[in-house]
């Protein structure tokens, strides 16, 4: 549409998959970057599940690679998150746009928390090991 | 065998938020996969192998139901896919610790602008 939001779409579509690779939800970023341009709710969230999957495609190929993928929970994992998602799709339907837009709010916000207490613990971390002497 | 309806029971609560917000799931099933005794990067991989079908389940609903346009998708997929390779090539080369501190930082500051 305008010149500067293709470009800043890009880089919070690049900036998502750096964070997706690394086990960082980069969902949330790319999200993010969506509501900001006033994307209605659930166009924004059809467009996230669909940017996970190559990005996580390829990441499996290589988890499945190196075998470190454990198989014999998988059926059961599959089976109740299929349920799940009929569910959640149907509850989508249903409710008006800013519930949504509330609900993923508050996802944010906790993602956020647990993300901000990993950091702090890692910091807190790295600064003890400084102080022994990185020890390895 | 407790193990199975754990697995199943916590899936489901994954599959709902996926479905329900297009987002998340990883974050409830990776801490389940540990507490199944699935560790570390076993953990991660396989919340991935989980993730990814649900989410192309999820897609296809979205998708009928004209949610998902794939012509605002397209754009967005190729830098996507050149970060997803970034972020494999940069995975412990870098030191998380401040990266987490800044992505909780600005999903913050997003999750309550939605709030508001």
Known sequence: MNGWNDWLGAAAALGA?????????????????????????????GLN???????????????????LIQW???????????????????VAGLLPEEALRKGFGLLLVITALGELKTAWRLLHRQGEEKKNGEQS | MKDKWKGLLGSSAVGLLNGLLGAGGGMILVPLLEKLGVK??????????????????SAFLYWREGWLRLDQGLPLLLPGLAGGV??????????LGWLKAAFGVLLLWGGIRNLL
């Open chain 1, 72 to 90: 014999s929970l998988l059926p059961w994992l599959l089976a109740g998150g299929a349920a799940g998602v009929l569910a959640g799709h149907s």
């Open chain 2, 86 to 95: 970034l972020g494999g090539l940069l995975m412990g080369k870098i030191k």
């Open chain 2, 40 to 57: 570390g990067k076993n953990s991660h991989a396989t919340s991935l192998a989980v993730i990814v079908p649900l989410s192309a389940v």
């Open chain 1, 49 to 67: 599940l669909l940017f996970i999957l190559p990005v996580g495609l390829a990441a499996l190929w290589f988890h499945r690679k190196n075998g």
């Open chain 1, 17 to 45: 998959g750096i964070l997706g690779a690394m086990g960082l939800g980069g969902g949330g970023v790319l999200l993010l970057w969506l509501n900001l341009t006033g994307m209605d709710q659930r166009q924004a969230q």
